[in-house]
C-alpha cells in the first residue's frame, strides 16, 4: 500500500470577503480616465472588420458545401452510367409500347412505366433531352435527323419536331436528341 500524499502546505492568502456596501460594478473615480473616442473608433471598426471576415467564411463554407454536392452527384452518376442507359433504353421502349399499343387498356400502363422509368432515371442523375417546337438547336445535346424548310427567318435552325429524346448525364451528353430542324428558304 502507498502512503497517501502529503498535504499542502497552507499559506496565509487573504480571502476576499463582499460586504453589503461594495457596489457590483465598478463605477468611475475621478482619478479614472474616460475611454477616448479614438479607441471606441477603433474598436468599432475592428468588429466590422471582423463581421465582414465572418461573412466572407460563411458564403465560402456554403460554395465549398454546394460544389461537393455537385461532385457527389456527377460521381454518383458516373457511377450508375452503365444502369442510367439500360434505364434510358427501357425508357424509349416502354414510349414505343405506349403510342403504338392497339388496346386502350395497355396503353395507360406502358404510359405509367415510360414515367416511372424517367423518374428513376433522373434520381440517378440522368436528364431526359426534349426540346420544346421552336426552341433553338443545341448541337451540344441535339442531332439533326431531318431538315424541314421554312419561309420565317425567324425560325431558322430551331427544332419543328423530336424524333427520339436525348440524354445527358451531368455536363455530358450521352446520346443526343434527334430532332427535325428548321431551314431558312427564300421563297
Known amino acids: 500500500m ?7 502546505a497552507v499559506t496565509d492568502v487573504p480571502v476576499p470577503t463582499e460586504s453589503a456596501a461594495a457596489p457590483l460594478e465598478p463605477t468611475a473615480s475621478p ?9 471606441l473608433d477603433r474598436i468599432t471598426e475592428r468588429i466590422d472588420d ?9 458564403a465560402t463554407i456554403e460554395r465549398l458545401a454546394d460544389e461537393a454536392k455537385v461532385q457527389i452527384r456527377d460521381e454518383r452518376a458516373e457511377a450508375d452510367a452503365p444502369l442510367i442507359r439500360d434505364l434510358f433504353a427501357l425508357h424509349g421502349l416502354a414510349q414505343t409500347f405506349a403510342s403504338t399499343s392497339n388496346s386502350e387498356a395497355d396503353r395507360p400502363g406502358f404510359e405509367a412505366i415510360s ?33 424541314s424548310d421554312t419561309d420565317d427567318p ?7 419536331s423530336v424524333i427520339q429524346p436525348g440524354l445527358t448525364v451531368g455536363d455530358r451528353s ?14
Not at 451540344?140 to 435527323?145: F, G, I, Q, R, S
Open 2 to 8: 502507498t502512503d497517501p500524499a502529503p498535504a499542502a
Open 115 to 147: 414515367r416511372r422509368v424517367e423518374r428513376m432515371l433522373t434520381e440517378r442523375g440522368g436528364q431526359l433531352v426534349t426540346p420544346f417546337r421552336g426552341a433553338a438547336f443545341d448541337p451540344d445535346v441535339m442531332e439533326a435527323a431531318e431538315l
Open 174 to 187: 450521352i446520346r443526343p436528341a434527334k430532332v427535325v430542324v428548321r431551314r431558312y428558304r427564300r421563297a
Open 154 to 160: 425567324d425560325a431558322d435552325r430551331t427544332v419543328e
Open 50 to 58: 471582423l463581421a465582414r471576415v465572418i461573412a466572407r467564411q460563411a
Open 31 to 39: 482619478s479614472t480616465p474616460a475611454m477616448p473616442a479614438q479607441t
